[in-house]
């Protein structure tokens, strides 16, 4: 079972989540790319019951995409996860503060508050000792809302691509599929 993590303001329906969604259906793998709410403990923990009833009857693997990256972290290292981080936020709690106040989200450009409780919930999810070995690295220097490096400082270790030029969106995410699906098989 693979669980998609999308990204801040964004859905399970979004571009990257539907092109993964394509694949795993063209390769018969169990996939979910649940929307998750814009509040960090209720979307962690949503994904930790989803992860505890999956992986009871299968192994779990999870993708987790910009904010999607950083609770991808914190639950691969919670449930030693084989992971995929694509353009990963590493401190979110930072990074996020010039969101606050009123976003929109992209899929039905409906808007929620996005406030210091929710950053400082975020501070709580942060790991200091990652399982290198659990997490495939994806990062595009192009990516014009998150330093690339910081992944690079945060995941030394990790199996890593870095791509120049792209966006925060990874462009061209489908040309490592094959590659994403060796490294889920080889844990």
């Known amino acids: 079972m693979i669980i998609y993590i999308h990204g801040f303001g964004s859905s399970g329906e979004a571009t990257k989540a539907q092109i993964f969604r394509e694949?795993?259906?063209?390769?018969?793998?169990?996939?979910?790319a649940p929307s998750l709410p814009n509040i960090p403990d209720l979307a962690l923990k949503t994904l930790s019951e989803l992860?505890?009833?999956?992986?009871?009857?299968?192994?779990?693997?999870?993708?987790?995409?910009s904010l999607g990256g950083y609770y991808a972290m914190y639950l691969s290292d919670k449930y030693d996860l084989p992971t995929v981080l694509i353009n990963p936020a590493i401190t979110p709690f930072e990074t996020l503060k010039r969101a606050l106040g009123n976003g929109i989200n992209y899929y039905d450009n409906s808007?929620?508050?996005?406030?210091?409780?929710?950053?400082?919930?975020?501070?709580?999810?942060?790991i200091e000792d990652p399982q290198m070995e659990n997490?495939?690295?994806?990062?595009?220097?192009?990516d014009e809302l998150l330093d690339y490096e910081e992944a690079i400082e945060k995941l030394p270790e990790a199996q890593t691509v870095v791509e120049e030029g792209?966006?925060?969106?990874?462009?061209?995410?489908?040309?490592?599929?094959?590659?994403?699906?060796?490294?889920?098989?080889g844990r």
């Open 135 to 142: 997490f495939f690295l994806l990062l595009q220097k192009g």
């Open 23 to 32: 694949f795993c259906e063209e390769k018969q793998i169990r996939y979910i």
């Open 51 to 65: 992860i505890e009833s999956y992986e009871v009857n299968e192994k779990v693997y999870l993708i987790g995409a």
């Open 111 to 126: 808007t929620y508050e996005w406030n210091e409780s929710h950053l400082d919930m975020l501070i709580n999810y942060e």
């Open 166 to 185: 792209g966006t925060h969106g990874f462009e061209g995410i489908e040309r490592y599929f094959d590659k994403i699906e060796l490294f889920f098989k």
